[in-house]
């Protein structure tokens, strides 16, 4: 196996790790909060999956950018079908009988992990997929528009993009037709526009983020370049 291949079983390998990671935390919700002097706070609130998910973005602009779209479809195949994986195995937990015993994790705090959020996995997951595939063709468009020229704007421009579908479609699923099609009359769907309130939110964050990765991804063509001696393919 020469060292593109192998650099892409890492690539791809760090890629699932990223969403596993991302969707198993993402139950917890976090708030970094400042205080300013005449005692006013601002602050940020969102899911700990924002720890991981910003790789995934800088990842996938890598792969897209050495192996072209169908390398980065490929890693996004694997890992929806390996996060779709998990997902089932963590059902078949939640089903299987707890042995009763006192060193034993409680039933209660093992379903308040894992069964409360099936529903923002499945939405996660399916945003993800959708989200991706809109960030590798936008990517291909730009690049092809630029001549293979400023990295800066098709890593940062796909993902704004992307992200933006990602978002909706994640809160979408999550806060409203999830609990549509699933309901539960303690938590009833949210009214669209607050979905569009919350999608916003976490839009803007995923916004940030994006822009400041962006020396990063250049760093990632650097090593790649320099340390392995590779190039990136012209435009699609």
Known sequence: MGTPQVIYVWLTAVFVACLLVADVVGIKLFRLEHRFADGTTWGVEHTCGMLTFPVTFMLTDLINEYYGKRGARRTTYIAFAMAALAFAVMNVALAMPRLDKPYNVSEEAFRAIFAS??????????????????????????????????????????????????????????????????????????PFDEILKIAATGYVLKAVLAVGITPVIYLGHGVLRTRFGMRPLPPE
Request: glycine share 10%; with cysteine.
């Open 117 to 190: 959020a099936r529903i923002m996995y499945v939405a996660s997951l399916c945003a993800f997929l959708i989200g991706q595939l809109c960030d590798i063709a936008v990517f291909g468009i730009i690049k092809r528009l630029t001549g293979g020229r400023m990295i800066w704007l098709r890593a940062t421009g796909s993902t704004l993009i992307s992200q933006f579908v990602d978002s909706f479609f994640v809160s979408w699923i999550a806060f409203g037709i999830g609990r549509q099609v699933f309901p539960d009359p303690g938590t009833p769907p949210a």
